[in-house]
């Protein structure tokens, strides 16, 4: 996630945990400290990128939700719950989020690969 997307959505009253590379991010995962969503984008430094991170998170912590932002998918399929294309607007990124966080609560509130 960049630093930009970070700010927005501290600025909309979220708390977040910010990870340089997927291996970062699954070390925070493991660390057992309850988190309610995981956001990345799909390019990123390390050696494995967003969609590879959205697999194993979608694979070892099924319930919790995924986005993957990006300028370009690649045409690539993925198990993220949602994407969101780059340039996104600040205000759709704070809706989406919430509504991926509503939908942990009811199911039923969010469509599965909703875009």
Not at 6 to 31: H, K, P, R
Not at 69 to 78: A, D, G, P, V
């Amino acid at each position: 996630m960049s630093l930009i997307t970070a700010e927005i959505l501290q600025d909309a009253g979220f708390d977040v945990l910010e990870a340089v590379d997927a291996s970062e991010a699954l070390a925070l995962l493991n660390t057992g400290r309850p988190l309610d969503l995981v956001i990345t984008d799909i390019r990123m430094p390390g050696q494995m990128d967003g969609v590879q991170l959205a697999g194993i998170v979608k694979n070892s912590w099924p319930g919790l939700p995924v986005a993957l932002l990006s300028s370009h998918l690649e045409r690539r399929q993925h198990e993220a719950d949602l994407f969101i294309p780059k340039p996104f607007d600040p205000d759709r990124l704070v809706e989406a989020v919430r509504r991926l966080l509503a939908a942990r609560i009811a199911p039923e509130a969010v469509s599965p690969n909703a875009t």
